[in-house]
Every structure is written in structure tokens, then in C-alpha cells.
């Protein structure tokens, strides 16, 4: 506490991010990033604009990203905007399109940077809980509000909503924006983002940090009516001309143009995730259905936190969530085919020692 704080500051619990250890012999299974590492090409694009420009502001417009982007998903150039990682892009659509006289409506059990948002920019908003399985009710959403944001497949759940559910939800809403918030969607789900000549009121994020590897590099993108994205950019403007740098500008594109590699980790992801579960169920685990890089699983006889002091032992760290109805579940991300084994016989090991 400050007496030069303003009172939002004062009010505001800030997002804690999941932690990025020193130590680099961890097997680290604790923040959804990919095990691969980007794209060869990737590589090379950044150490090309590396050796030449970096003297000069980058495009504030990263134009050449977005007209790659536009290609790849079909859209047009103004329909796609991007950002310094999909947070960036989230508290611009927070601040832009989300600021209304009804409040915002989200999952209870849900990506908790949300609410860090609403009270940061002041937005009254109410959560929906989650059903007996932990999916997304669409029927709890049929409520007044001044807009919608869920991820698809929702963290730390895994679990994915069809694509009709979310449809049902653009139409019962014609005048309030619903964001859905694609951050894992490469590893099982169905992006909507060939919905949105469709629906004018459906805002797409996504983020290269998880199924393209470039958890490090930051950028996340945002696709929807340009009338939408117009509204990002107002804001954008307003703060941060230069959004994202010319390494960033450069690698992203490059990602995006290199479509065998991004099948062939994604695949190797949802292999190794199969893998992963069929162990866990041996391990006596309930595993929810997931559609991300990570599982949320419980085990019947063996407290949560507990399991993760112990891995964290034996040098393995996964995340658990000291939060109401999950923290008897740990959030595993999905690493290589040879950690996710380690991460089994870790386990194993736990407890046959009985602890
Ligand atoms: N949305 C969701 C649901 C996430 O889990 C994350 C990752 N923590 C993000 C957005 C943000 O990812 P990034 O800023 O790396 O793009």
C-alpha cells in the first residue's frame, strides 16, 4: 500500500504469472509452452532483420504480419490485428470493446487474467459457473450483458465448446461483442474465425505462443469485423504506436508461413497428450476431456498440492490452482513424448512411497 497509489491500484489483486524458473533442469510442465522449438525459419527471419535494421522503428502497422495472417485464415487485411502477445491484445479488446453499462460475462472457473482486467479498467462483470462437468453452460449465458469472453478450449479446464453452442450465443447477442479467446486451439479445437464475415459481433484471439512456440517472442493477433478492430486500433493508437517490434514482426510472419512445420509439433503435441492421459488413467487420475497443450486431472486418493511439492522434488513442475472446486486438480502442459514419461515414472515413484 502507497499513498501515491490510485485507488484502482489499491483495489487491484494483480495477476500472478506462472512461474519461469532459473533452474533450466527442470522438467517444466507448469505454463502450456510448447516443448518444440519454433519454426527453422522463424530462426532465420529474426536473425536476418536482427543483422540488418534495428536502428529503425519497426511498421507501426505490422503490415506484411498481417496480410500473412489475412492469407492464411482467409480474411481481409483489416479484419486482423496484433499485439504484443495475446494479453496485449486482450486489454486493448478489455478497454476497446468490453466497457459497458451491462456487465461483462465470463466463466467462474476461467483464464483469471479477466478479472485482473475489469478491475484494472474498471468494468463491472459477473461469472458464470461452469456446469457439473466443468464445461461452459451455453444457456447461463442467456442473460442481459455488456459482452462475453471465454477461452475455447477453455484453461485450466481444457475442455471445448461446439461450435453450434457458441453460434447460439453470437445470435441470442446480435448488439454485445463475444470474444473467444483461442489461445490453445491449434491442439484439438475449431476456430471460429471462419465465422466472422458472419457475425459482426465476434472477436477471435490468438496467440502464437503456444502452438507456433514463440511463447517468448510475444505476439498474439486478434481477428474479427473491421469495425471491431478499428475500435482495438483507437486504443492501440492511443498508447503504443509501435506495437511490436521488427523481431517480432519478422518471426511471427515467418511462423505463419511455415505450415508443415506447425503440423507436424501440433500433431506430435496431440500424440503425446494421448500418451500422457492413457498414463494418467493407469495412474488411477480422473482427466478431463481436453483439446489444449495441458490436462487438468485429479487423483481420488492423493491431495493436489501435495502431488505438486512432490514432483517439484523430484524436479518436475506442474501447476496447481489454490482456488474453490479445483484445487484438487493439477494442470499438466503437454511436453515432450520423454517428459510426459518422466512426469508418469515421477508419479509412480510418489507413490509407491506411500506418501
Ligand atoms: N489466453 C489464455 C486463455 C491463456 O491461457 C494465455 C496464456 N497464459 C493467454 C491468453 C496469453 O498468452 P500470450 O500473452 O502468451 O499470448
Not at 457439473?132 to 479446464?157: E, K, L
Not at 477471435?204 to 505462443?209: A, D, E, G, N, R
Request: with cysteine; glycine share 6%.
Amino acid at each position: 500500500m502507497s499513498r501515491f497509489w490510485s485507488p484502482i491500484v489499491h483495489a487491484l489483486t494483480p495477476y500472478v504469472p506462472g512461474e519461469q524458473p532459473r533452474i533450466t533442469q527442470l522438467v517444466k510442465l507448469n505454463t502450456n509452452e510448447n516443448p518444440y522449438p519454433p519454426s527453422p525459419k522463424v530462426q532465420a527471419a529474426i536473425a536476418a532483420a536482427n543483422a540488418d535494421s534495428l536502428r529503425l522503428y519497426p511498421d507501426p502497422e505490422s503490415t506484411a504480419l498481417r496480410a500473412s495472417i489475412a492469407g492464411y485464415y482467409g480474411v481481409q487485411a483489416e479484419q486482423v490485428f496484433v499485439g504484443n502477445g495475446s494479453d496485449e491484445v486482450l486489454a486493448l479488446v478489455f478497454q476497446a470493446l468490453l466497457q459497458h453499462q451491462a456487465p461483462l460475462l465470463f466463466p467462474d472457473i476461467s483464464y483469471s487474467f479477466y478479472p485482473v482486467y475489469c478491475k484494472l479498467y474498471g468494468i463491472d462483470y459477473r461469472t458464470v459457473p461452469l456446469d457439473d462437468d466443468f464445461a461452459i453452460d451455453p444457456a447461463t449465458y442467456r442473460q442481459p450483458c455488456g459482452g462475453i469472453i471465454f477461452p475455447n478450449p477453455n484453461a485450466p479446464t481444457g475442455r471445448l465448446l461446439a461450435r453450434e453452442a457458441i453460434e447460439a450465443m453470437l445470435q441470442q447477442h446480435p448488439d454485445t461483442v463475444v470474444v473467444v479467446d483461442e489461445a490453445y486451439v491449434d491442439f484439438g479445437g475449431d476456430s471460429m474465425i471462419p465465422l466472422v464475415n458472419q457475425y459482426p459481433n465476434l472477436l477471435v484471439v490468438q496467440t502464437l505462443s503456444k502452438s507456433r512456440s514463440l511463447a517468448g517472442l510475444r505476439v498474439g493477433l486478434a481477428v474479427g469485423n473491421a469495425e471491431l478492430i478499428d475500435g482495438l486500433k483507437r486504443v492501440k493508437n492511443s498508447f503504443n504506436s509501435y506495437p511490436l517490434d521488427r523481431l517480432a514482426q519478422a518471426g511471427a510472419q515467418a511462423a505463419f508461413e511455415d505450415e508443415a512445420y506447425f503440423q507436424q509439433c501440433r500433431e506430435q503435441v496431440i500424440a503425446s497428450r494421448e500418451v500422457l492421459v492413457a498414463g494418467l488413467h493407469a495412474l488411477d487420475f480422473a482427466v478431463l476431456p481436453s483439446a489444449a497443450n495441458f490436462v487438468f486431472a485429479r487423483h481420488p486418493a492423493y491431495d493436489a498440492a501435495m502431488l505438486a511439492a512432490r514432483l517439484r522434488e523430484r524436479a518436475i513442475i506442474v501447476r496447481h490452482f489454490r482456488q474453490p472446486r479445483i484445487d484438487q486438480f493439477l494442470r499438466i502442459s503437454i511436453g515432450t513424448e520423454a517428459e510426459c514419461q518422466l512426469l508418469l515414472a515421477a508419479l509412480t515413484d510418489i507413490f509407491a512411497s506411500g506418501v
